[in-house]
Each structure stands twice: as structure tokens, then as C-alpha cells.
């Protein structure tokens, strides 16, 4: 760490995921200098979530110049409010009902905090950093064990009434369709084309096809990685599991399109390793279904951003003088 | 017309539709002085209709203070480009490709001129004048022959990276379903939610229930006044087809809270004098299919301006210092 990295003023980002927290501290070049972390699912009560925090990000705070040389903590938690602060009703968390985490954890760190969902982090990491730079509106998709989004629409995140909007993993795309595992709604995009998703579709498609390659697995392997390195070596039944998950997301994005006229639409998380398998379909169905004055304008693009990084360049671009 | 009425600055509020045109005087206050129309679909010719508004309007503007005296005219103009001010590939209008109406207008008229699509133009009127003032996260949705939306976000209206956002009427509502009789989509929601998707209900309705009461009109008066008629003095049949409307309706409402998180849904235009035989099926199908942290929230209202006035208010709002 040498000293120009040590000057300058500098923020935290932090990424509460259900399973791992992940935090780093971030300079105004978007360098992540330092990084840590620590499983969430550990702590039953937040209270000692929030300590556990503390007690590890500490010494890094004093390394880079206490508390004033800190813009703030910019934190991503699924569900989180801009507006309130809270997090509100998280399914993948452990903690329960209304928090008031922002609060929390301005009393205990002494600094500025604010807390978005991690798809919209993810957003604002990749608008000041990433692949959307310069961009004033697009759609980041985020296709991991669930589907997230932030919507970026005239240079500014879109919060909605209540701070929530931007919930595309929860739009129906096949009225009547597949149920949620967890939400009980009837074919939403994120029954399809999350990782949780492309797994019931492969086991499916396999039990059809007892040829498939994705037979050779056991049952507890079947991931969207697995179905992946089955497509790869022309398995066509694990083709076609990403070409109808691509469907279903393109023709999810083309209403997207519709609503917003994005420049971009940005995809991010572990399901677009599948590359050109997932890319084609999804950007066939989306022409397919766009009305005309929109065909061929709008890009789809993977991120930019290094997987690892990106969460915490999101959230510390909360508080790092990002458009919010 | 008072002396007070004459004194202020005031702008010309324009409403082309593809059948008619309205023009209005409209104050600050938001009060429409002044009145007039033409055909829109008597000029083959962009510039011969110009020439020809341009006569109809001009008496207005020499009384009202002469050209100095305007704050500008707004457009409100099926596929109407904000950003560019050209009318592009309007299925509706008389003429084709695209067309530089705004500078046309401007060197006609001698005045700033500003377009949009109708139906944002009537967000803003409603933002401004209506049942949205105060509201800064509001989707409005246009029920006439076609589907038409105006969706505010943070108090400006959504353009998109082109211009041409908002174009609702054209998201799926259900992939494969009812073909476009001109856009060719399947299954959008202008297919389902238009008075021309109604009368295309109507007619499978009465075709397959012969007690109907909608079997005593002729197949060219099957509209959606007629179904409403029917529907209130109780015909099972004509209900129905408002309730298969408001479910298509529903659905595709909840998908776009999902998106923006809005503080109220208005509607708008001809269809909504089904009162509450479209909105409670509308409102029972959006709260089914929202992901439950945005249910029970979001008002789903009729519009509160007169229908005549509303569109010329809205394209003055353009013009009038509302936020853009």
C-alpha cells in the first residue's frame, strides 16, 4: 500500500448478501484498496451482525485517517430503502420484519450512512466505474441466486414512491407460469432465469431426455455452472436449457425496453458465465418483441466489473459523490 | 372573455390525433381561454396541415398579446420525439418516416415549440393540473383506440435514452396471445386494453354466448360504449368482458409498479367510463401480481380532467415552466 493510495479521502463499501458480507475500502478512482468480510448468516440478531462488522472494518478505518477522512459507508442489502434506511421484509436474510439498519449503523461507526438494494449498488458501481460509464440510462440486470435490477433513468437511480422500485426479478413473464419457490407468484422472470431457475428447468429437461449429459450428474449438482460445462461439450439438452432461459429473460427485457428506452441493458452475476449460450436467445426474444422504433438500438452487454469488486464499488458509490 | 383573462402570458396547447386536432389558450392558472379544431386526416401533406392549423389559430394568438406574449406551443402527438422533435413512423397519423415537425412548426409560428407523444402529454397536464399534482412517481395510462402511457419518475417524465420510453401499450402482457391487427405482436397490452381490444372481446363473447345481450347490435356498433351498456343493465356476458379486460389490465400494471414503484396508476380516455366494472378487476389482478412489499399501496385512479380539456392542457404543460 503505498502513500498516494493512503491520501485522498475515501469511502466503505459494504455488501450484505444472505449467506457473506463482503466490504471494502474504496478511493475516489474507484480502486478497491483494501478488502474483508464475513458471513452474515452467522448472527441471529443483527445487533451482533452489526459489532461483528465493526470489529473487523475498525482497524481499517484507523489505517485510512479515522473517521472524518471517510465520506461515509455506502451499503447494498436485498431490500434495502434508500428513503428510510431500513431493511424491509428480506427474504434471504436472517433478520426479520422492519430494521432500521442505516441508524444502526451510523450510531456504532460515527459516519454518514446509506443503504440501497445490492442491485442498485451494483447499478451505481458500474455507472461511475463499469460498463455504463458516461451512460445516462440503462437497466442492470443482476442474474445470481436471485434476479435483482436497478434501473438508471436520466442520470439518476429510480427509488419510485417508497424506495423500492425496480423489483424485475418479481414481473410476470408467463402469466399462469412456473410458481416461486419462495413468493408463490406464478411465473415471474426470476422462476426462470435465476440461477435457482435454470437448475429446476435442467432437471426438468434432463428427466425428459435421459440421453442428456446433465444425467451424469447427481441430482444436487444440477447448477446453471454444471449445465454450463454440459453445453460446452454440445450437449444440446443443456442448450437448450439456456436457450429457454433466454427466451424467457428476452422477452422480459423487451417490456423493460418499452417502459424505459434504456441505452444499455447490463447483465452481471454468476448466470452470464454461460457466455453466447445464454447471450443469443436472450437478445433474439428481445428484438422479437420490441415494437419497432426500438429493434437494434438498445445494447446487452455483460458488466465490466470484476464480480468480486463490484458490489463494493456499488455501495461505496452511494457515498462517493455518485448521482443518487 | 375578461381583461384579467387577456392579460398574463399563455401558451398554445396542441393535441394531434390521427382523426382530429385540438388547439387551446391556456393561462398560467391552467385554464383553457380558448378553443378550436381541425381534421387531422383531411391533409395528406405535413405542410398543408401546418398552413391550415396555422390559419385557425392565428386570430387567437393576435388577441391573445400577439407572438411575444406566448410562452411557447406544446405537441402532444402520437410518436412524438421529445429530444429530436420529429413525428417517427407513426402508424396513426396521415404522414410517413420521419418528420422535423417542431422545427416546422417554429418557423410557421414564429414561437418555441416543443413535442411529445400524447400520452405524456397528458402526465404532465394531469401533474400540473390534475389528479397527480403533488405526485412525483406516477404512471399514466391512456385507454382510447390505442394504449398510450406517460410515466413520471423523481417529478420528470421518463424519456429514455431516445426519446420514445413509455410506450406500455406495447409490452406483452401474454406471450403467443392475441396478434396486433397492425404492430403483428402477440399478446400486447394495447391487444387486450384499447376499445379496439374490447370490440375484438366483445365480438368472441356474444359469438359464443347467443343470449348475450350484445348479439342485439350490429357487429360495427360493438364498442366499448355498448358493452357498457349492456353491462349495467346486468348482462352477464358484457361483464365479463370488462372483467377479462381489467385482469390483462391488472396484470400488466403490476409489472410496471414493479418497475417504478409509483405512487398512484391514473387512467385515462374512453375506456374508463366502464367505471368500476374495469377498475375493480384491474385492481384485484395488479394486487394479486405484485410481489408483496408493493401491495395495498399503490392508488389506481381515474383521471380528474375533462377529456377535451386534458390533452390540450397537457401539451401546454409542456411549454408552461412544468418540469421537463
Redesign the interface.
Known amino acids: 500500500m503505498s502513500l498516494t493510495n493512503l491520501s485522498g479521502r475515501v469511502a466503505l463499501g459494504i455488501d450484505v448478501g444472505g449467506t457473506n458480507t463482503k466490504f471494502g475500502v474504496v478511493n475516489h478512482r474507484g480502486e478497491v484498496l483494501e478488502k474483508g468480510g464475513l458471513r452474515t448468516d452467522e448472527y441471529n440478531k443483527v445487533e451482533d451482525f452489526i459489532d461483528a462488522l465493526y470489529n473487523k472494518v475498525y482497524p481499517l478505518i484507523e489505517k485510512y485517517g479515522a473517521a472524518e477522512n471517510f465520506d461515509g459507508i455506502g451499503i447494498g442489502i436485498p ?1 434495502g430503502n434508500y428513503y428510510s434506511g431500513t431493511i ?2 428480506a427474504a434471504n436474510l436472517p433478520w426479520k420484519g422492519v430494521i432500521p439498519f442505516s441508524e444502526m449503523m451510523k450510531i456504532k461507526f460515527k459516519m454518514p450512512c446509506t443503504v440501497t438494494n445490492d442491485a442498485n449498488a451494483a447499478a451505481l458501481g458500474e455507472m461511475l466505474f463499469g460498463a455504463a460509464r458516461g ?3 440503462f437497466i442492470m440486470i443482476t442474474l445470481g441466486t436471485g434476479v435483482g435490477s436497478g ?1 438508471v ?2 442520470g ?1 437511480l ?11 426479478g ?6 399462469g407460469g412456473r410458481k416461486h419457490w419462495s ?1 408463490g ?1 406464478e411465473g415471474s422472470l426470476e422462476a426462470y432465469a435465476s440461477a435457482t431457475g435454470i437448475a429446476i428447468t435442467a432437471k426438468k429437461m434432463r428427466a425428459e431426455f435421459p440421453s442428456s449429459m446433465l444425467n451424469q450428474f447427481p441430482e444436487d449438482a444440477i447448477n446453471s455452472k454444471t449445465v454450463y460445462e454440459c453445453a460446452i461439450k454440445g450437449d444440446p439438452i443443456a442448450i437448450e436449457v439456456f436457450r429457454y432461459t433466454g427466451q424467457k429473460l428476452g ?1 422480459a427485457l ?3 425496453v ?6 444499455a441493458i447490463l447483465l452481471f452475476g454468476g448466470v452470464i458465465k454461460a457466455g453466447d449460450f445464454i447471450l443469443k436467445p436472450t437478445k433474439l426474444h428481445m428484438e422479437r ?1 420490441l ?4 429493434r437494434n ?1 438498445v445494447k446487452l452487454v455483460f458488466s465490466e466489473l470484476a464480480e468480486a469488486d463490484a458490489a463494493i464499488l456499488g455501495a461505496s458509490a452511494l457515498v462517493l459523490g455518485a448521482k443518487k
Open positions: 431490500n424491509e421484509q451512460m445516462k440510462d434501473i433513468s436520466n439518476s429510480v427509488y419510485g414512491h417508497d424506495g423500492f422500485a425496480g423489483e424485475l418479481h414481473t410476470i413473464v408467463k402469466p413468493t407468484s422477452e423487451a417490456n423493460f418499452m417502459f424505459s428506452s434504456p441505452e418483441n415494437f419497432p422504433i426500438f438500438k
